[in-house]
T-cell receptor
Framework: DARVTQTPRDKVTEMGQEVTMRCQPILGHNTVFWYRQTMMQGLELLAYFRNRAPLDDSGMPKDRFSAEMPDATLATLKIQPSEPRDSAVYFC????????????FGEGSRLTVL | AQSVTQLGSHVSVSEGALVLLRCNYS??????LFWYVQYPNQGLQLLLKYTTGATLVKGINGFEAEFKKSETSFHLTKPSAHMSDAAEYFCAVSEYNNNDMRFGAGTRLTVKP
């Protein structure tokens, strides 16, 4: 049963600490998206990749956030330093790289920054 | 860039009643339209999608949506609500020439016994 896997599922950390979230896309998918979900802002697109190359990260605060794909089976989203306003659920989704294709979502990483 | 607007952040219906969740889109090219559902503490799951062809699209769990180009709408309906339909529903749009999928703010559906 192919699925997008995200770790950690839950993370509580203190302000100023580095946080790294990981995502394993579905094998064979060549697009990967990072979304952030909060009550106030809803679902926001942070960044996305096609064939491991970043296509758009304009939704991401550049000073503290970074997203990478070290290889086709791993995407990472890093926050350094973390702030309380970063508290949210972060979703990774993968797809087959076509506009008509659906995205498959992971179960999310819930981040709480104290 | 393309975008969607979901009218109504909360919708409440009685069990057995019609469900209607509204979505309007904006796109400079023919859009691809999607409805996703999110249950508590889970990721989003695809309900249905419109790409080309028939404008009435049927999805899982008895949901369907109709693409109306003249109204730039893609409303989601279900004839008879079930308690298990209670969830958050997201409309989304992408375009043929990019992979940038944009989501609406979501509509929380409550089903009353």
């Amino acid at each position: 049963d192919a699925r997008v896997t995200q770790t950690p599922r839950d993370k509580v950390t203190e302000m100023g600490q580095e946080v790294t979230m990981r995502c394993q896309p579905i094998l064979g998918h060549n697009t990967v998206f990072w979304y952030r979900q909060t009550m106030m802002q809803g679902l926001e697109l942070l960044a996305y990749f096609r064939n491991r190359a970043p296509l758009d990260d304009s939704g991401m605060p550049k000073d503290r956030f970074s997203a990478e794909m070290p290889d086709a089976t791993l995407a990472t989203l890093k926050i350094q330093p973390s702030e309380p306003r970063d508290s949210a659920v972060y979703f990774c989704a993968s797809g087959l790289g076509q506009g008509a294709g659906e995205l498959f979502f992971g179960e999310g990483s819930r981040l709480t920054v104290l | 860039a393309q975008s969607v607007t979901q009218l109504g952040s909360h919708v409440s219906v009685s069990e057995g009643a019609l469900v209607l969740l509204r979505c309007n889109y904006s796109s400079s090219v023919p859009p691809y339209l999607f409805w996703y559902v999110q249950y508590p503490n889970q990721g989003l799951q695809l309900l249905l999608k419109y790409t080309t062809g028939a404008t009435l699209v049927k999805g899982i769990n008895g949901f369907e949506a109709e693409f109306k180009k003249s109204e730039t709408s893609f409303h989601l309906t279900k004839p008879s609500a079930h308690m298990s339909d209670a969830a958050e529903y997201f409309c989304a749009v992408s375009e043929y020439n990019n992979n940038d999928m944009r989501f609406g703010a979501g509509t929380r559906l409550t089903v009353k016994p």
